[in-house]
């Protein structure tokens, strides 16, 4: 069974950046195409971004316009989402998906794979 662990969410300042991880463990696991996701309280899980199993494509959410990079570090099975000029709108729980089709149904939110979650709040 495939395991996600996020790390790195906390407190940050509007306008300050933050870096989330998310290691991937178990069979096949460096062949997945992984992604996040965000879930602010009382709204739907929506897309943010995602990069295939070999790191040549990425996708991003139009919302994002060009604050996140997603990136891959496929030695330690693990995805970086950068996130820079940080706003409160950014306030959510930000998951980790992964999934063996690749890249599209994490556009869709339809992951394979789901981890368990780290909070980003962003407030001054």
């Known amino acids: 069974q495939v395991r996600l662990e996020e790390s790195g969410g906390g407190l940050v300042h509007p306008g300050g950046s933050l870096r989330l991880s998310c290691a991937a463990s178990g069979p096949s696991s460096n062949r997945l195409g992984m992604g996040w996701f965000r879930q602010a309280p009382g709204q739907e899980r929506e897309f943010v971004a995602a990069i295939s199993w070999d790191g040549d494509r990425t996708l991003y959410a139009d919302y994002i316009k060009g604050r996140f990079t997603i990136s891959r570090d496929n030695a330690e099975n693990t995805i970086i989402l950068q996130m820079n000029s940080v706003e409160p709108e950014d306030t959510a729980v930000y998951y980790c998906?992964?999934?063996?089709?690749?890249?599209?149904?994490?556009?869709?939110?339809?992951?394979?794979?789901w981890g368990q979650g780290t909070q980003v709040t962003v407030s001054s």
């Open positions: 998906g992964a999934d063996s089709e690749g890249i599209l149904p994490l556009y869709n939110i339809d992951s394979q794979y």
